[in-house]
């Protein structure tokens, strides 16, 4: 059966992807393991920052994320849903990702030693956030995902604002907003293993 008479068939009761619609199976797709590290970004902005909100924020906090992480991993692999078709990456797209995160780690380096020259190293956190995020946004064209659009969007933003409020003298305005860049980058995650970022026309089948 080709791919546009599946396309073609209404989704049945308990059909997630399959390789008829050019997907891998679960375990070697790179887009479920690129996930992961996604995963334990948000791991790690909870785990390094929510300590300085306050214990009770800190507990909510990797509650909420914990639950979001398990919510990834099992629709990835437990239950695998479709993401969509798998493109082929262009050839210069590892490329443009090397350069991504070269450039990631140079802005934060240049962006902390030019906060703690002014005196205001609490807000790495922000700036943290916000340069993550931004090394994102050039992803979803690269590999033609959009949830990347989102996730970048939302921690530039996210991180940009804890930027303004922690130099307006916010307490702990990095830190909070570095959590909840934590939380957004999980549940972002969450939904695309869920499958809300997958083009409209993937039709989901049995593995």
Not at 11 to 38: M, T
Not at 56 to 83: D, N, S
Request: glycine share 12%.
């Amino acid at each position: 059966m080709t791919r546009s008479e599946l396309a073609t068939q209404p989704a049945r009761k308990n059909r997630h992807y399959g390789p008829a619609v050019g997907e891998p199976p679960p375990w070697l797709d790179p887009r479920r393991w690129g996930s992961l590290i996604g995963v334990a970004g948000g791991i790690v902005f909870i785990g390094s920052y929510s300590p300085a909100v306050g214990a009770a924020v800190a507990v909510v906090a990797w509650v909420i994320g914990a639950a979001l992480a398990l919510t990834a991993l099992f629709w990835h692999y437990v239950r695998p849903m479709a993401l969509g078709h798998l493109d082929q990456p262009r050839p210069i797209a590892l490329a443009i990702y090397g350069a991504c995160v070269v450039g990631e780690l140079a802005l934060i380096a240049i962006g902390s030693r030019l906060l703690t020259a002014a005196g205001h190293s609490e807000v790495r956190p922000a700036l943290i956030a916000a340069v993550v995020g931004l090394h994102f946004i050039p992803f979803a064209w690269v590999f033609g995902e959009r949830m990347f659009f989102w996730l970048g969007g939302a921690l530039t933003v996210q991180g940009s604002m804890g930027l303004v409020a922690g130099l307006s003298g916010v307490w702990h305005a990095a830190e909070v907003v570095a959590v909840a860049a934590g939380l957004t980058m999980l549940a972002i995650i969450a939904a695309y293993a869920r499958g809300a970022f997958r083009p409209p026309s993937t039709v989901r089948l049995e593995h």
